[in-house]
């Protein structure tokens, strides 16, 4: 086993919790996990050796992540998932931890950008500049769009 | 002249993101208004309690034989590649699907259990292959069956083909019907091991697979009976 695929090895169950950070449902994680490892693995020429690789597969998921919801925004429009509220559950869920399952439904309210800022700081443990560098935003606005994820599932959560 | 602290400031403080001086005056600040620290605590619970839900998915077991891991990977893509060259026949349709790579990457791990037969996904096999006893019991076995191999369920995936869900050796996997064989579609290592797997439920990770690939339910007991009777759609 290569350097790569060491790295690779040890960094899937970081970028499992990932994905159910972003992702509706545990199904939609899963999904999401096999297809950042697939991707990373095709990909893996753009990987430089020595550096951060973490922040590498973080930016990989985050980015299949955006261009699968896109797609599916495209197609399904009439499926509005924020009204489904917090109680409902989700097809794929049943083997989730009831307080997860809450938890990610609670995410999935919030705006695809504060999204994906709160779980790479709340989740993952980020510093503000690794998530900053991930999502490629300057470190004021990934700070604003945090604040702003925090107060709005803290409403959800509290109320 | 002290400085507002605002929820910015106080979230900032509860993710340690504040040099020392910086985070003395947010405590100091704390410290002076309950409703600051009222504040602070709300921030610091709920950051705690999205830790201990989501802590568990990052906690599942890393392979412990990273020598015998993904040596395979490689071995299995030249492998693959020789073949295909020597004999250009359709490639494997199931290689490439979502999941494909993933679950090679765990061949390693079925090697390391013994699971894939001698030669290993580096042989001229093909990475994903069954080992025969595993191939037997799937094509004998009504799901719930006792024996070495366990059947969870049958089912059909969204292309249509019949799939099994079991586990063996520690490995809870799922199949599906290729080329007129199994070809094995995911495996993880089972949560629970041994005598205690529960026939019917399944790991939660293979699980959430088969959530994800299955159409319409499970096969009940007849319809499996008669997909058996059937060798599985040939």
């Known amino acids: ?159 | 002249m002290a400085e507002t602290i605002d929820e910015t400031r106080i979230i900032a403080w509860v993710d340690g993101e504040l040099d020392d001086a910086a985070a003395a005056r947010v405590a100091g600040a704390v410290a002076a208004d309950p409703a600051l620290a009222a504040l602070a605590e709300r921030h610091r619970r709920m950051k705690a309690r999205f830790a201990a839900a989501f802590a568990p998915l990052a906690d599942a077991p890393a392979p412990e034989r990273p020598a015998a891991e993904v040596v395979s990977l490689a071995a299995a893509r030249k492998a693959r590649a020789a073949k295909a060259a020597a004999a250009p026949r359709p490639a494997p349709r199931r290689w490439m699907a979502p999941g494909a790579i993933a679950a090679s990457l765990l061949v390693g791990v079925l090697v390391g259990h013994g699971y894939v037969g001698g030669g290993g996904a580096g042989g001229a096999r093909d990475a994903l292959a069954l080992p025969a006893p595993t191939v037997a019991a799937l094509d004998r076995q009504l799901s719930g069956d006792a024996g070495a191999v366990r059947v969870a369920m049958t089912f059909r995936d969204r292309d249509g083909s019949l799939c099994r869900g079991f586990t063996a050796s520690g490995m809870a996997s799922v199949a599906c019907r290729a080329d007129g064989g199994w070809r094995l579609r995911y495996a993880v290592p089972a949560t629970t091991q041994g005598g205690d797997y529960r026939q019917a439920g399944g790991d939660a990770a293979q699980m959430a697979f088969i959530q994800s690939i299955i159409a319409g339910d499970p096969l009940d007991r007849a319809a499996e009976t008669k997909a058996r009777a059937d060798r599985w759609g040939k």
Do not use: C
Not at chain 1, 56 to 61: A, H, L
């Open chain 1, 1 to 159: 086993m290569d350097e790569f695929e060491r790295h690779l090895t040890s960094l899937l169950p970081r970028l499992r919790r990932f994905a159910h950070g972003l992702a509706r449902n545990a199904a939609d994680a899963d999904d999401l996990t096999q297809a950042a490892a697939e991707r990373m693995l095709k990909a893996r020429d753009q990987w430089q050796p020595g550096s951060n690789f973490a922040a590498w597969g973080y930016r990989v998921m985050r980015n299949l992540w955006v261009d699968t919801t896109r797609a599916r925004q495209r197609r399904d429009r009439v499926l509005v998932d924020e009204e489904q509220g917090l109680s409902v559950g989700a097809p794929g869920e049943a083997e989730t931890s009831v307080e997860l399952g809450y938890l990610m439904r609670a995410m999935g309210r919030l705006p695809d950008e504060q999204r994906e800022a709160v779980a790479l700081v709340m989740i993952e443990g980020l510093a503000y500049a690794e998530a900053a560098e991930v999502l490629d935003i300057p470190m004021g606005t990934l700070t604003s769009r945090l604040v702003r994820g925090r107060q709005a599932l803290m409403k959800m959560l509290e109320d």
